[in-house]
Antibody, heavy 121, light 111 residues
Framework: QVQLVESGGGLVKPGGSLRLSCAAS????????MSWVRQAPGKGLDWVAY????????NYAASVKGRFTISRDNAKNSLYLQMNSLRAEDTAIYYC??????????????WGQGTLVTVSS | QSVLTQPPSVSGASGQRVTISCTGT?????????VHWYQQIPGRAPKLLMY???NRPAGVPERFSGSKSGTSASLAITGLQGEDEADYYC???????????FGGGTKLTVL
């Protein structure tokens, strides 16, 4: 049973930083692209970033480019999201997501339970 | 405003059929990228419901089906049940944005 467990969420002031982690288990982590997807309260799903299995290919949504950094440690089966210069509009549940790249668009075949990030003074 | 357009809400009586549309453009659905669908019950993480336009993951009932044509895709649910009440999202890739894109979501109410 694939498991993705996020941690690191919390309350942070505007302009502050936070680092999210996602611990993966029960699958060969270094074989898969991984992603972060967020959902603001009462809103829809919003893709944040993805990273290739070896960490070479990285892509960000325009709204977070230059502020957020996605990374992974395959030896620790872990995915990370470093979030800097946080804004109120970054308030959301952040989901760790596993991609299947075998189709004509990346598909999230497993989701974590999410971690809540609240940006407020 | 989402790149993919979905109706905010749909409803249907128990046992009936509903469809949820997902309209894109020539840089995403129209460019030939596959469309995927997710179901999200309030308070829970999303779950993959349909992948690559019309393929159901193991465990998803045959009542759910998907299709794609031109710049649009659709999710159909037959024999509506109370447990189908949820938010549904379509998703694909956009080559102009170089980004994964989601629809705005559709809330399904079973009457």
């Amino acid at each position: 049973q694939v498991q993705l467990v996020e941690s690191g969420g919390g309350l942070v002031k505007p302009g502050g930083s936070l680092r999210l982690s996602c611990a993966a288990s029960e699958f060969p982590f270094d074989d898969y692209y991984m992603s972060w997807v967020r959902q603001a309260p009462g809103k829809g799903l919003d893709w944040v970033a993805y990273i290739s299995s070896g960490g070479i290919t990285i892509n960000y949504a325009a709204s977070v480019k230059g502020r957020f950094t996605i990374s992974r440690d395959n030896a620790k089966n872990s995915l990370y999201l470093q979030m800097n210069s946080l804004r109120a509009e970054d308030t959301a549940i952040y989901y760790c997501a596993r991609y299947d790249m075998g189709y004509g668009a990346p598909v999230v075949d497993h989701w974590g339970q999410g971690t809540l990030v609240t940006v407020s003074s | 405003q989402s790149v993919l357009t979905q109706p905010p809400s749909v409803s249907g009586a128990s046992g009936q059929r509903v469809t949820i549309s997902c309209t894109g453009t020539s840089s995403n659905i129209g460019a030939g990228y596959d469309v995927h669908w997710y179901q999200q019950i309030p308070g829970r993480a999303p779950k993959l419901l349909m992948y690559a336009n019309n393929n159901r993951p193991a465990g998803v009932p045959e009542r759910f089906s998907g299709s794609k044509s031109g710049t649009s895709a659709s999710l159909a649910i037959t024999g509506l049940q109370g447990e189908d009440e949820a938010d549904y999202y379509c998703q694909t890739y956009d080559s102009s944005l170089s980004a994964v894109v989601f629809g705005g979501g559709t809330k399904l109410t079973v009457l």
